[in-house]
């Protein structure tokens, strides 16, 4: 035998066991920690009331967001949607297109329609005219544009506005006002849906081609094809209308997100669909267009290292058998998700602003050498560069130079968790380990009294050569 534990080192190895299995069912509690929802960085947040010029006179509620240094930035103004409970909104929602411009170097700011959150008032009846319904929402609008545009700091000859659902049909019927200092709208699956109108769908393609023969000016429009709120046909049709009527405007189809379009800025995993289009629209109308503070941001899409397939359970590293249901539940979580392995633990998390620095912080917390396994569907775990010209793992009787008691080492070697690696030397002895440095720990276990000991095989890679 290449080894014996003693009785004072099986009794240590027992408590260590312990301390493991606490960390671990510690761990799994600690899975329910909520994930960041904001950037780590200043938003200097700045709430106002903007009182509105139209009848009946109402004070709405405005939250400004400025970029933590520079200026003057130019504005972007972003619509929110619709709510079945307009008083109990949130005051932010769909976040992650305020942080876009934010991370573009604009100043942003967010305002709540009459009667949501802690706007005053309550948003007109229409019925099917939904033309009239967009245009009270849109003098509302310029009345926010206009408080906002004498903000120190902010630059008014600058602005884009945006919004999603019902924000984004406020925005293109805004665009037909033609402020000549907004120099592009963005239409995030924009449209409205009354209870009180049995055509909404014609109400709106009609509509939209009445928008589209008062706007002068540009526009981009997101829409995707499992939208749970409005069809295919019917945005095509609206902006068929749209674009023929003699708008300027661009459409870009996304196809299915998710389980439902309808949430492409709801969600930080729609970012690399949208984001690319709106750089380059930004560019076309000469508004700020790169990245220049990325804090804002999550990190970029991850780099597949080919270290092992994502739905390949037995390649995770350094877990047990039992933490590897940590491992299923991420692959089970909607996007965006990350898992970060340590050395005893794992962290695990879905959602949020960036679920790469929730899963390490929850890694951290139970373990230690945390380093992200796994993004979306992405493995991003360090592959040993040894291994990129490596073969597969052979079966035992093809190893050389091991007799009966080497093979059986092998085959065990072949049942360690990852990271392992195996070590032979010349005179047929051997060296297996798992763990931390497997690499360094097998090839002093082969060389206890051997000479020439080489690493045989890594993980689930042959990179021994005879020569």
């Given at each position: ?244 009527s003699g708008a300027p405007a661009e459409l870009f ?88 392995i340590g050395r005893t633990n794992a962290g695990v ?117 005879k020569n």
């Amino acid at each position: 035998m290449k080894s014996t534990i003693s009785g004072a080192a099986c009794t240590a190895l027992v408590a260590l066991i312990f301390v493991c299995l606490t960390v671990s069912q510690k761990s799994y509690a600690q899975q329910q920690d909520p994930p960041l929802d904001s950037p780590d960085a200043p938003l200097n947040e700045r709430i106002v009331n903007v009182a509105t010029s139209t009848p009946p006179i109402v004070k709405l509620q405005v939250t400004l967001y400025m970029p933590s240094h520079g200026g003057p930035f130019p504005l972007a103004i972003v619509n929110h949607g619709a709510s079945h409970d307009p008083l109990s909104a949130p005051r932010i929602s769909d976040n992650f297109a305020a942080y876009y411009f934010l991370s573009r170097g604009f100043a942003v700011a967010l305002p709540m329609m009459r009667g949501y959150a802690g706007s005053q008032g309550r948003m007109r009846p229409h019925g099917c005219d939904v033309l009239n319904l967009g245009m009270d929402a849109a003098h509302d609008i310029l009345d926010v544009v206009d408080f906002v545009r004498q903000v120190p700091g902010i630059d008014a000859t600058r602005i884009i506005v945006a919004g999603k659902s019902l924000g984004g049909w406020n925005t293109l019927t805004f665009g037909s006002i033609n402020p000549s200092n907004v120099k592009g709208l963005v239409n995030f699956a924009g449209g409205v849906k009354e209870s009180d109108c049995n055509t909404p769908d014609a109400s709106l393609i009609s509509a939209a081609g009445q928008l589209g023969s008062r706007t002068k000016i540009p526009s981009l429009w997101f829409y995707g094809d499992n939208d749970s709120i409005f069809a295919t046909p019917t945005w095509r049709a609206m902006f068929k209308q749209y674009l023929g009527s003699g708008a300027p405007a661009e459409l870009f189809d996304y196809g299915s997100f998710m389980a439902d379009a309808h949430s492409i800025t709801a969600n930080g995993a729609g970012l690399p669909l949208w984001v690319p289009k709106a750089d380059a629209f930004l560019a076309k109308i000469g508004l700020p267009n790169v990245n220049a503070y990325p804090q804002y941001l999550p990190k970029g899409a991850p780099v597949d290292t080919h270290y092992a397939e994502v739905n390949d359970v037995d390649a995770v590293p350094y877990l047990t058998d039992s933490q590897r249901e940590l491992y299923r539940r991420f692959l089970k979580a909607p996007l965006p998700r990350a898992i970060a392995i340590g050395r005893t633990n794992a962290g695990v998390a879905s959602g949020g602003f960036d679920p790469t620095v929730t899963a390490m912080t929850r890694c951290w917390k139970t373990t230690h050498y945390c380093h992200l396994y796994a993004i979306d569907n992405t493995v991003v775990w360090p592959k040993p560069a040894m291994t990129d010209k490596g073969s597969p793992l052979p079966i035992a009787s093809a190893v050389p130079y091991l007799n009966a008691d080497g093979r059986k080492a092998y085959e065990d070697f072949l049942k360690m968790h990852r990271p392992r690696a195996f070590a032979i030397s010349n005179d047929g002895d051997w060296g297996s380990a798992s763990g931390l440095d497997p690499i360094e720990d097998a090839l002093v276990a082969c060389a206890q009294g051997h000479q020439g000991c080489r690493i045989y095989a890594i993980d689930a890679t042959v990179v021994w050569s005879k020569n």
